[in-house]
């Protein structure tokens, strides 16, 4: 790929932005502060749910992995469950079976402790069965947002019967017991 085709594909902004989460993730640690709140405050994103992946039904089908993964929540999220389907990627979330997050918003898999991602299967895909993981989500640019980004990367291209509604919808309101 050239720099050419690469900066017309490129989502202006999408690189800094990662490069950003990830020194703020470092610097939190090395400061001894909390990596995953360190995270939420600059990229406006939301604590989802905070459990042990019980569950990470991995199957590889034409080049794509594809991940079933349940996770038994801790914490404040006793008693409840938190579901993703993964595409290669996070692409829907549920917590208990109600949709509570949706591709192409982000959906982050991380380490409460590193704030790392975790992954099992070589480093794609699958979850690592009985490590505790938080779930976080995050506004995705705009770009993805537009009819064009979610009939890429929205709910119906994955074979799912709804439509995308945004995180900040999702989540406004939300409690947690």
Do not use: C
Not at 23 to 47: C, F, W
Not at 76 to 98: C, H, P
Not at 133 to 143: C, F, I, N
Not at 167 to 177: C, M, P, T, V, Y
């Amino acid at each position: 790929m050239s720099g050419e085709q690469l900066l017309r594909g490129a989502i202006p902004g999408n690189l800094s932005e990662a490069i950003l989460f990830g020194k703020t993730v470092r610097e939190a640690r090395q400061a001894g502060k909390d990596p995953i709140a360190a995270l939420l405050d600059v990229s406006n994103g939301y604590k989802l749910f905070q459990g042990i992946v019980r569950k990470s039904d991995e199957r590889g089908d034409r080049g794509f992995n594809w991940v079933d993964v349940e996770i038994e929540g801790i914490k404040e999220y006793v008693g409840r469950t938190y579901k993703v389907f993964v595409k290669n990627e996070n692409i829907v979330a549920w917590l208990d079976d109600e949709v509570d997050v949706i591709s192409p918003d982000y959906i982050y898999n991380l380490n409460p402790e590193t704030g790392e991602s975790t992954t099992g299967g070589g480093g794609v895909g699958g979850y690592p069965l009985d490590v505790e993981v938080v779930m976080v989500g995050v506004p995705a640019p705009e770009q993805w947002r537009s009819e064009k980004g979610i009939e890429l990367i929205g709910p119906r291209h994955f074979g799912f019967d709804f439509e995308y509604t945004p995180i900040e919808k999702l989540q406004a309101g939300r409690k947690i017991d």
